[in-house]
């Protein structure tokens, strides 16, 4: 079974989670202590990644890290229906790539925002928050255009991608690190949306959707 | 620079485009300062509320919108649809929300693809004349860090392209098009953009989030054919954040100014304090009804609407007194799902033995008819925390409990409702009965000892997590009650409401009532009743059916023995002796002390 190295406030270790329950992998947890103990800093830890960061997963020996690199891992081994990571559609394919290297961006601006107020990190803040800001006006105009063609997600499938579940919890818990998304209507928009995955699940700050229609 | 003229808070401001409130979300929006929920319902009525929930100040707008109400995230409280009234509590819930619980709301009107609200605006939203005599079509809004007056000011100089310029060029210049302003207000420009022999008018609209933050909702005048929607979303997109890119840069330049602070509404002094109780049957209400139909054999049914504003809030359970014109009260359930809160429906049987009220309802009243009610009250209160509900109804005893099953239906709560009916076309309200799917069970033409060998069956199974609901005629009830208790369930799981007392009222006795805060003590003679001789004092108190059948006029007993002569307490509550019904029930004891 695979085991994740796992951290229960941390978005990126909540990605994998969300991805595993969508896809129903099962899993254990191996609980990382990572605020106030700084576990993944420590000897022990880096022994499974010298990076010390989480997550980290081993699936029967397989070990990997890097959480966007993880997602592509779980969709293309575990979602035989190829849609979560469409390797079989070049086009696709290339628009899942380009918005996980944009939910980097998210991460380093929105998720790294919520570091600072929550855990207390000593990154610049504004510029954190100045950083999500322009990204989610970008990522807002973009989802308002899907919506009028009709789609739903980030990549321009009927499906969604693992790009969804990359930029969902930085979004989501934006608000956390002094983000408003008010500015932001088809980006709240989507959030319901993706609330409404079968298997979705939440974490600590995120509340689940009404049914939809 | 673009003078203000008009009290902005006086004026209708857009608050969200259509595309903002779709089903089943919350916008979160903000107007001058003020945070906003807005949320359309599934009748699509557009809600737009203080975004803070009056139990805790969460914000609303993080709260999930179930087509018919709105419940917060923290605690789980619910509000209704339009009047915003709290419909339950989680942490009580055996009780029913006081009606005064209610969220602040805002004026609610959409044109032009436009959700439009306001502080305290006067008059109707503005009428555009391109927009009326054309087909608007809206674009996409985009949000300014600028002041609402610098994105005016910008905007007399914007440019773009006529939408028929477009197809074949979509990345076109706005630069070669002849612009005009052809109108501006304090919130509005309307520019017309003339190239090519082709022209296209578009209104936009800025709506005031901060003193300096601002919305551009933009509407072309006349749609275009749509295989070229999408090449004119993308220019105006294109020529809007350019736009907004020189306003921000300007504003950047500017001091910024000081945030608006919104007054919250703080809680009226008449909410504040121990409201004082009604005296006699109040018909505070006028309602029309707007239709009048026989949903089954012998029953009719109504819609009453208001004549003007807006419903008070009711919960699954409650009922509203009909005062009729034959001077006559009668009191009748509100059989309304969550979130049907424009009207109120009854149901309303013919009775045979009538004294004059079914007949008054079912010979006299008519559509456009003028009644006066009271508001609801709810003394038949749903809980939503059991694992599984049986609702049991009898004939007309449906009412109360098509209101539970459709609020259990829509929270998606484990529910049963048996409907014993003489035959199908005696059964009220199938159209409802049907929409609830397979948890509606109907028994039909049953005798009555079928009838009670049916409620045994069904209430042979149960634990803490069920509870049960009874609304029938007496001797059904009677063998629910009965059935249940034999089979081992607890008085405080079953739960009834009788239509009518038909316990012959021993009024014989003269006893001495004491009334422990009012300090006053009376004698009730044989004849009259606890709640007449108070009523003669000045000592208010509420009362609906006056007969022992709804619980209205309940009184907390202090000292002394009551004699229970009501329908509405069960007989755990007559034991335990601290509660008794003022208009039938008496005094065993020489005297009672009543907390009154």
């Known amino acids: 079974m695979i085991k994740l190295y796992d951290y229960v406030l941390s978005v990126n270790c909540y990605k994998q989670r969300l991805m595993m329950s969508i896809l129903d992998v099962a899993y254990e947890t191996v609980p990382v202590d990572f605020f106030p103990g700084w576990e993944h800093k420590g000897e022990e830890f880096k022994k499974i990644n010298p990076l010390g960061h989480i997550p980290v997963i081993d699936d029967d020996g397989y070990i990997l890290w890097d959480a966007h690199a993880i997602l592509v891992?779980?969709?293309?081994?575990?979602?035989?229906?190829?849609?979560?990571?469409?390797?079989?559609?070049?086009?696709?394919?290339?628009?899942?790539?380009?918005?996980?290297?944009?939910?980097?961006?998210?991460?380093?601006?929105?998720?790294?925002?919520?570091?600072?107020?929550?855990?207390?990190?000593?990154?610049?803040?504004?510029?954190?928050?100045?950083?999500?800001?322009?990204?989610?006006?970008?990522?807002?105009?973009?989802?308002?255009?899907?919506?009028?063609?009709?789609?739903?997600?980030?990549?321009?499938?009927?499906?969604?991608?693992?790009?969804?579940?990359?930029?969902?919890?930085?979004?989501?818990?934006?608000?956390?690190?002094?983000?408003?998304?008010?500015?932001?209507?088809?980006?709240?928009r989507w959030t319901d949306r993706v609330k409404r995955i079968p298997g979705f699940e939440g974490m600590p700050g995120i509340f689940p959707a009404s049914p939809g229609l | 620079m673009t003078q203000v003229t008009a009290d902005p808070f006086t004026l209708w401001h857009p608050v969200a485009s259509a595309h903002d409130v779709p089903y089943r979300h919350v916008h979160h929006g903000q107007l001058l300062g003020r945070e906003l929920a807005v949320w359309r319902a599934d009748d699509d009525y557009v809600n737009v509320w203080e975004n803070r929930c009056l139990h805790r100040g969460v914000r609303l707008s993080i709260g999930m919108n179930d087509g018919t109400e709105l419940r917060c995230q923290y605690h789980g409280w619910r509000y209704a649809n339009r009047s915003a009234g709290c419909t339950y509590i989680p942490a009580h819930p055996a009780d029913a929300p006081a009606r005064t619980i209610c969220n602040r709301t805002f004026a609610s009107v959409e044109r032009y693809g436009l959700v439009w609200s306001g502080e305290d605006p006067v008059g109707d939203p503005p009428t555009v004349e391109v927009l009326e005599a054309g087909t608007p079509f809206g674009l996409r809004n985009l949000p300014v860090n600028a002041s609402a007056e610098l994105a005016v000011q910008h905007l007399r100089d914007h440019r773009f392209l006529p939408s028929a310029r477009l197809g074949s060029d979509p990345a076109g210049s706005a630069g070669s098009a002849e612009m005009s302003v052809d109108g501006a207000g304090d919130y509005s420009v309307v520019l017309t953009s003339r190239a090519g022999g082709a022209q296209s008018t578009a209104v936009f609209f800025v709506q005031p989030v901060d003193s300096g933050r601002c919305v551009i909702r933009g509407v072309l005048a006349e749609t275009p054919a749509p295989s070229e929607q999408a090449a004119v979303l993308r220019h105006h997109a294109v020529e809007l954040n350019r736009l907004v890119a020189r306003i921000e840069a300007e504003a950047a330049r500017l001091p910024a100014p000081e945030p608006m602070v919104p007054v919250l509404q703080q809680v009226p002094l008449h909410l504040a304090e121990v409201p004082e109780a009604p005296a006699g049957r109040q018909a505070a209400l006028r309602v029309q009804v707007r239709r009048k139909w026989e949903t089954a054999a012998g029953v009719a049914a109504f819609e009453l609407v208001p004549i003007t504003g807006v419903l008070p809030t009711f919960q699954p359970g409650a009922h509203i007194d009909v005062h009729l014109p034959n001077g006559l009260v009668r009191q009748y359930s509100i059989t309304n799902g969550p979130g049907e809160t424009s009207y109120y429906r009854l149901g309303v049987k013919l009775e045979p033995d009538s004294t004059g009220g079914s007949v008054c309802l079912h010979e006299t009243v008519r559509e456009g008819d003028v009644l006066a009610i009271s508001e609801p009250r709810n003394n038949f209160p749903l809980r939503r925390d059991s694992m599984r509900t049986i609702l049991l109804a009898g004939g007309i005893g449906i009412t109360p409990l098509l209101a539970m099953a459709q609020s259990l239906d829509r929270m998606s709560l484990a529910f049963e409702l048996h409907c014993f009916a003489q035959s199908a076309e005696h059964t009220a309200f199938s159209d409802v009965l049907d929409r609830l799917g397979e948890s509606v069970v109907r028994h039909l033409g049953l005798p009555p000892d079928e009838t009670v060998a049916e409620i045994r069956r069904l209430v042979a199974a149960h634990d803490?997590?069920?509870?049960?609901?009874?609304?029938?005629?007496?001797?059904?009830?009677?063998?629910?009650?009965?059935?249940?208790?034999?089979?081992?369930?607890?008085?405080?799981?079953?739960?009834?409401?009788?239509?009518?007392?038909?316990?012959?009222?021993?009024?014989?006795?003269?006893?001495?009532?004491?009334?422990?805060?009012?300090?006053?003590?009376?004698?009730?003679?044989?004849?009259?009743?606890?709640?007449?001789?108070?009523?003669?004092?000045?000592?208010?108190?509420?009362?609906?059916?006056?007969?022992?059948?709804?619980?209205?006029?309940?009184?907390?007993?202090?000292?002394?023995?009551?004699?229970?002569?009501?329908?509405?307490?069960?007989?755990?509550?007559?034991?335990?002796?601290?509660?008794?019904?003022?208009?039938?029930?008496?005094?065993?004891?020489?005297?009672?002390?009543?907390?009154?």
């Open chain 1, 73 to 188: 891992y779980l969709a293309a081994r575990y979602d035989p229906s190829g849609r979560w990571y469409p390797t079989g559609d070049p086009g696709l394919l290339g628009e899942t790539a380009s918005w996980m290297l944009f939910a980097e961006g998210t991460t380093n601006t929105a998720s790294a925002a919520r570091l600072c107020v929550n855990l207390g990190y000593d990154f610049d803040l504004e510029a954190c928050q100045a950083g999500a800001h322009r990204l989610f006006r970008v990522l807002d105009e973009h989802l308002w255009f899907r919506e009028r063609e009709g789609r739903e997600w980030v990549c321009s499938g009927a499906h969604p991608t693992i790009a969804d579940i990359a930029l969902f919890p930085d979004v989501v818990l934006s608000e956390e690190g002094g983000i408003s998304r008010l500015d932001y209507p088809a980006l709240r």
């Open chain 2, 464 to 596: 803490e997590f069920t509870h049960l609901y009874v609304c029938g005629p007496g001797p059904m009830l009677e063998a629910a009650r009965r059935e249940a208790a034999a089979a081992g369930w607890s008085d405080d799981h079953v739960h009834f409401e009788y239509f009518k007392n038909t316990t012959e009222i021993d009024d014989s006795s003269t006893f001495e009532v004491a009334l422990a805060r009012s300090a006053l003590t009376v004698t009730v003679l044989s004849g009259s009743t606890i709640l007449e001789v108070l009523r003669e004092q000045g000592v208010p108190l509420p009362s609906s059916c006056e007969q022992g059948a709804c619980g209205t006029c309940v009184a907390t007993v202090l000292e002394g023995e009551p004699d229970h002569q009501d329908v509405y307490l069960n007989d755990s509550d007559h034991e335990a002796g601290d509660r008794i019904m003022t208009c039938v029930s008496r005094a065993l004891s020489d005297r009672l002390v009543l907390d009154l």
